[in-house]
């Protein structure tokens, strides 16, 4: 589904990610971790598209097309979905509002007619079950005054409505107590299938005892230096991130 | 064929008319060497010949004009037709408040009183375009909510020009007091139904006793060929509410003055704005919050969205005099440019007199928050309607303070149809 391959990319003059080699195949939970300013949420941005960063060098591809000179919006068309570590306020625009124009442009760029009403009443309800929302949570203006574990739920439940192919969530466990961090891990536990991938972006271990990743992979100074399977979580918790330093890079 | 008409030559309406006259007559039509009209131009006005009195009265049917009311609710109504009060259009009251117009006002002994205390009273006798007022205006609306008193509904004060003439110079005059512990609503908007020149000059004065409140709102989305000139003047007493909410959406030229002098403690002033311009607008806010007294607040926030090649001005005075301890003065004015053509001027203009005071401003000018608009684009929106979907964010939050949810919601839809972008819901 995605393959990365030995991606590099600046922002301004600063080199941040430096060749990075990736593959996502459907079906999979990839944990990607390491210390503050590796390059996890570069990596996360620059998947979605983020004009800020300058790829220099390798490519990105998604479902075999390369995706260097797709607009963010056209690649949340074709199903990619970045939940963000820090959202972003829009008021006057409601959480039910703002997923109607999110979906209904999704539709239009495939050619087809709005949800009906019906049908996006119907969904929103679902989903918000899902992930234990209150109805009046819907309508207040997105991410206005939302708590930092209320927007992350947000995220998922934006997730949760726009049902991608493969799903990036930044950082999502940070801000969240115990109990969010358990609705918010059963949701997209729920939303996972065979058909969809999903990448984890995490500082902690503690995630990952709720999503059970198939793959865990280290980044260090813009590249992975190490990937494993979930016990290579257990041993950083452990270890913490300092032998990074220490060890010399294979 | 002014308001006085039937009114006793000894009255002192008289003498007002007549020393305006004379300052105007000494000051003449602003011009841009004066720092207050350095970025607003009347030249091109002032080469008009408007005509002042119209030939004839024009009648409009309900039908022609009820999108310029707010019809979802019921209101009072006060509607002038090319400067003459229609009285089929309007709906008045003596119901225990005084809801009608200057000239019937004048004509009765109790409310004459009244007048006498207050007209022309906080309206400043030097600023030219005032004194042009107080000395020609011919009608107005009259306001009157004794002690403890709210009407039972809005108060719309609507001013169409038919294009009957083919230039148009209207100068309307409104007198509002609002007595102890009463409140009242207004939405004031003036309209011109055809694309010839039409100029209005209004003076308002609006006078808040102890503890009341009141909610003014100026909708403005006027045509390509018509200015407005207002002046506001409002005085304010203890602990009494007043919030002005300017939409500046549309004109040709608009000059909003607005001047609030707080004579007493505890007062809480409100002064907020939406524009939103395109073409060759332009919008020349200029604000005056005078503290006069210790203990007060005021509060003032202004956005502005900039197209095309209009421009803007946002002029935001405050005065704490040295009396005027612990106030508490804030002033925000943000914008927007969304086309290189358009041009904006902000200025705070502070003088602070007291040593114990909280006073902030600031003004910004910029583009579209990028960070923002990637947020948006991952939802699968597109560039455009991600632009209009944050300007309209921009915008809206000074419509939280909006006690009208029908207002709102109008106020809500012309922001949306104005930024042109399918928002893709409901409002």
Same mark, same amino acid.
């Given at each position: 589904m995605l393959k990365i391959k030995d991606l590099h990319a600046r922002v301004e003059d600063k080199e941040i990610l430096k060749g990075i080699?990736?593959?996502?195949?459907?079906?999979?939970?990839?944990?990607?971790? *390491?210390?503050?300013?590796?390059?996890?949420?570069?990596?996360?941005?620059?998947?979605?598209?983020?004009?800020?960063?300058?790829?220099?060098?390798?490519?990105?591809?998604?479902?075999?097309?390369?995706?260097?000179?797709?607009?963010?919006?056209?690649?949340?068309?074709?199903?990619?979905?970045?939940? #963000?570590?820090?959202?972003?306020?829009?008021? *006057?625009?409601?959480?039910?509002? #703002?997923?109607?124009?999110?979906?209904?442009?999704?539709?239009?760029?495939?050619?087809?007619?709005?949800?009906?009403?019906?049908?996006?009443?119907?969904?929103?309800?679902?989903?918000? $079950?899902?992930?234990?929302?209150?109805?009046?949570?819907?309508?207040?203006?997105?991410?206005?005054?939302?708590?930092?574990?209320?927007?992350?739920?947000?995220?998922? #439940?934006?997730?949760?409505?726009?049902?991608?192919?493969?799903?990036?969530?930044?950082?999502?466990?940070?801000?969240?107590?115990?109990?969010?961090?358990?609705?918010?891990?059963?949701?997209?536990?729920?939303?996972?299938?065979?058909?969809?991938?999903?990448?984890?972006?995490?500082?902690?271990?503690?995630?990952?005892?709720?999503?059970?990743?198939? #793959?865990?992979?280290?980044?260090?100074?813009?590249?992975?230096?190490?990937?494993?399977?979930? $016990?290579?979580?257990?041993?950083?918790?452990?270890?913490?991130?300092?032998?990074?330093?220490?060890?010399?890079?294979? | 064929m002014a308001f006085e008409n039937n009114v006793d030559m000894d009255h002192p309406i008289h003498d007002i008319r007549s020393e305006a006259i004379k300052n105007f007559e000494t000051k003449g039509f602003p011009s841009k060497k004066e720092e207050a009209w350095k970025y607003t131009s009347l030249n091109s006005l002032q080469k008009i010949d408007f005509s002042i009195f119209p030939k004839e009265e024009n009648a409009l049917e309900y039908h022609q004009v009820k999108k310029y009311f707010l019809h979802e609710i019921d209101t009072y109504k006060i509607v002038f037709i090319d400067g003459i009060y229609s009285s089929y259009l309007s709906e008045t009251t003596h119901d225990g408040v005084d809801i009608c117009l200057m000239s019937s006002a004048l004509t009765k002994p109790m409310y004459q009183q009244v007048i006498d205390v207050y007209f022309n009273k906080v309206a400043s006798k030097e600023e030219s375009l005032t004194t042009l007022n107080t000395a020609f205006s011919r009608e107005g609306a009259y306001i009157y909510i004794p002690k403890n008193k709210a009407p039972k509904k809005p108060v719309e004060i609507l001013h169409f020009a038919t294009g009957n003439e083919a230039t148009l110079m209207l100068q309307p005059r409104n007198l509002i007091i609002v007595e102890e512990n009463a409140e009242l609503q207004v939405i004031e908007r003036h309209q011109s139904l055809t694309s010839n020149e039409v100029l209005t000059n209004c003076v308002t004065e609006i006078f808040a006793a102890k503890n009341a409140i009141v909610d003014y709102y100026k909708v403005q989305n006027d045509t390509k060929k018509a200015s407005l000139i207002d002046n506001t003047y409002i005085a304010q007493k203890d602990k009494s509410v007043v919030k002005v909410h300017t939409f500046s959406f549309g004109g040709k030229l608009t000059r909003n003055n607005l001047n609030f002098y707080q004579n007493g403690e505890h007062i809480d002033s409100t002064l907020k704005g939406v524009t939103i311009l395109g073409e060759k607008q332009h919008v020349d806010h200029h604000t005056l919050v005078h503290h006069q007294q210790p203990n007060c607040e005021s509060h003032q926030d202004y956005k502005g969205i900039y197209g095309e090649r209009s421009t803007g001005v946002f002029n935001g005075k405050i005065i704490v005099d040295k009396i005027a301890q612990k106030t508490n003065a804030f002033q925000q004015n943000n914008n927007v440019l969304i086309s290189d053509q358009a041009t904006i001027n902000t200025k705070p203009q502070l003088e602070i007199f007291a040593d114990d005071v909280k006073c902030s401003h600031g003004c910004t000018i910029g583009q579209l928050d990028e960070d923002a608009m990637f947020y948006l684009q991952s939802r699968g929106i597109p560039r455009k309607e991600a632009t209009g979907l944050l300007m309209y964010a921009f915008a809206n939050n000074v419509l939280e303070s909006v006690r009208l949810p029908e207002l709102k919601q109008r106020i809500n839809k012309l922001i949306a149809t104005k930024l042109g972008v399918r928002l893709g819901f409901d409002l």
């Open positions: 080699n990736l593959e996502v195949k459907p079906g999979e939970v990839h944990a990607i971790m *390491g210390p503050n300013g590796s390059g996890k949420s570069t990596l996360a941005s620059v998947i979605a598209g983020k004009e800020d960063f300058e790829i220099t060098k390798g490519t990105i591809l998604f479902e075999g097309e390369e995706l260097d000179e797709v607009a963010p919006e056209e690649r949340a068309h074709k199903g990619i979905f970045l939940s #963000f570590q820090y959202p972003v306020e829009i008021p *006057g625009v409601s959480v039910t509002n #703002f997923m109607k124009t999110a979906i209904n442009e999704s539709r239009k760029a495939h050619g087809k007619e709005d949800m009906p009403a019906s049908k996006m009443l119907k969904l929103i309800r679902e989903k918000s $079950e899902l992930l234990d929302i209150d109805r009046k949570f819907l309508s207040r203006s997105l991410n206005e005054g939302f708590s930092g574990g209320e927007k992350k739920r947000n995220e998922i #439940f934006q997730m949760a409505m726009l049902e991608p192919k493969l799903a990036i969530l930044d950082e999502t466990d940070s801000g969240l107590d115990i109990d969010a961090l358990r609705i918010v891990a059963n949701g997209v536990n729920k939303l996972k299938s065979k058909d969809n991938a999903v990448i984890l972006i995490t500082h902690y271990q503690r995630l990952l005892e709720y999503i059970i990743p198939d #793959f865990v992979h280290v980044i260090h100074d813009g590249k992975i230096v190490k990937s494993g399977t979930k $016990e290579l979580a257990l041993e950083l918790e452990e270890k913490g991130y300092d032998w990074l330093k220490k060890e010399p890079v294979v | -």
